[in-house]
């Protein structure tokens, strides 16, 4: 799957600005970026739902813009909210699925007994779908978006309303979609979510601002992390605020952890100072980890 | 290639949804019988028992006569008296009554002279010397109460002085068919079996699509293989069979309750009835596909409705309308329904007699479904 300059504008305000994506087959591809920040736009152009304003794309050979018919048997889609049929039974939710991808008579009961066994929905069968829990209701929206085997699987955040638990489960049943040969794009705003991801892209306010795998992306990253141990670290926090040289301060529980621009030639010296730290404080090196891929990566685009 | 299988994918999970909604479901059959009851019992053109005020000035023996013989009639009744005629347009003014009957004081002299009575010899044949009797002052804002009214202009008065009643002859013979006994019921039961049709089926549809969107189960929708003709043809389906349902319903209860016997052909009533009801529900999906919510679905379909009650011939004969009114009924899939069924049901047309109407219903469902499919896009923009 490829996609050129795809661009999407509602009116005035432009939800996917230039995106230019290349995701090969049998990977979990993420996009990674806040509320808003164009990642539904973008599964919405990349299934066919959504005609971009500019730009193409081509996913398992098909060319969008352009008829989309052919693509919707190859592909499956979990959307951000349930979108199953709450007054029908998880059995009745499966049956119609089956159904509307044309598997009939044994075939469709198989698929449905293995599915329910997999998806671990056989005591469930008989309950209406809209009284199921947060957890219950993402396996059964897995287990209908794979019901005809899909090449490629697209999850709009998956997992935003499910506990941690649930969570886990619900990333070790991608990765054996993967083993079977399916290929993934998931969108998420949780960096373990992201961490996960074979390759990842970074999106914010409709751009691309990075992409790559994740260790690529944390090495690849230009700033300096440095995490400050001390007293009083409210006020350094506040005195970092648009300091020079400092991309970013977030307090860590008892740290506050302080990205320091990759140009900076004493990074260590020149926190001290904007901080106002005394020399009780600890500064200490770190190795970035996503959050800091993302932050800068965001930070640097906007200023 | 068209799916016979999806649309029964659909199909049947519209039929679980419907069995879940005990509220529509219940509509389904309450909606038929309590509006039939209603307007079966409630609707009556020949009107009778209109509030009157009596203004007798000359309480005489000859006025009491008089009034008994209007009341005989059974046009009104007399629920008030007042002294003047002032005091009875007060009356009519407030709204208690419609009319007022004002007997003058010279009652007597005016009878003698009346040709009404004909008495031998006529003391004066001159059209200034003979006045009318009394006076009517009606409400006549509604042309029904009176046309009822002005019907009594001409009543015969002989029998106040006991004596024979004029033999009028006849210059024409009116013989009744269908309705000799012209019951209101008999026009009014199979019409209300195109009314009704129209609005639960224009509203249950109207709503089909909305709902999906409205659930948030669109998205999942398009981006599975279905098609949009499957998708309608399969929402449709069911409201068939529940349309045929009712209109059994109306039909038979008009049979048993209001003596609505129907005498042409059973199968011409039902492919008659299949296609109006087609109709219904494609002019229902071509509204849901405009709606962007149930409420305005809603809105639309009483839009619909309305002028399916009053302009398809229901409530006022279609031949009275306007020209422009007229090409505007023939809009609405309810006025062939309505030319079609009291063929059928009353007067025995065969598919000779009502082919048009058949071709014209047909017509409305094909038209209405592809516009439906059409303008449902599976997408998002």
Known sequence: ???????????????????????????????????????????????????????????LGVELPGRAEPLKRKIGYMTQSFSHYRDLTVAENMGFTASVYGLRGRKARARIGELTEEYDLAGLAAQMAGSLSGGQKQRLALALAVMHRPRLLFLDEPTS???????????????????????????????????????????DRGR????????????????????????????????????????????IGARLRVLVEGDVPEPEARLREAAGLGDGAAIARTRPNLEDVFVSATREQAA | MISPFRMMAVLRKELLQLKRDRMTFGMIVMIPIIQLLLFGYAIETNLRHIPAALVDQAQSGLSRALVQMVEATQI??????????????????????RAAFVIPEDLAGRLVRSPAVGMDPPPATDAQVSRPVAQWIVDGSDTTIGAALKSLRNMPLTELFRRPQNMSVPTFEVALFYNPEQRTEVNIVPGLVGIILTMTMVLFTSAAIVRESEHGNMEMLINTPVRPVELMLGKIVPFLGIGLIQACLILGLGRAIFGVAIVGSLWLLLWGGLLFIAASLSLGLVISTIAKTQLQAMQMTFFIVLPSILLSGFMFPYEGMPVPAQWLANALPVTHFLRLIRGVVLRDAGLAEIGPQMLWLACFAAIGLGIASLRFRKRLD
């Open chain 1, 1 to 59: 799957m490829e996609a050129r300059g795809l661009t999407r504008r509602f009116g005035p305000k432009t939800a996917v600005d230039g995106l230019d994506l290349e995701i090969e087959p049998g990977v979990i591809y993420g996009f990674l970026g806040p509320n808003g920040c164009g990642k539904t736009t973008a599964m919405r152009m990349l299934t066919g739902l959504l005609t971009p304003s500019e730009g193409s794309a081509r996913v």
């Open chain 1, 161 to 203: 309303a499910v506990d941690p638990e649930s969570r886990r489960g619900f990333w070790e049943k991608l990765f054996d979609l993967v083993a079977e040969g399916a290929s993934i794009v998931v969108s998420t705003h949780f960096m373990d979510e992201a961490e996960r991801c074979h390759r990842l892209a970074i999106l």
């Open chain 1, 208 to 251: 691309k601002r990075a992409d790559g795998t994740p260790q690529e992306l944390m090495d690849a990253l230009g700033v300096t992390v440095l995490e400050v141990e001390g007293t009083d670290l409210r006020a350094a926090r506040r005195r970092l605020d648009g300091a020079a040289g400092i991309l970013s301060a977030a307090q």
């Open chain 2, 76 to 97: 009104v009744d007399f629920t008030e008296r007042h002294m003047t005629a002032e005091a009875a347009e007060r009356a009519i003014r407030a709204g208690h009554v």
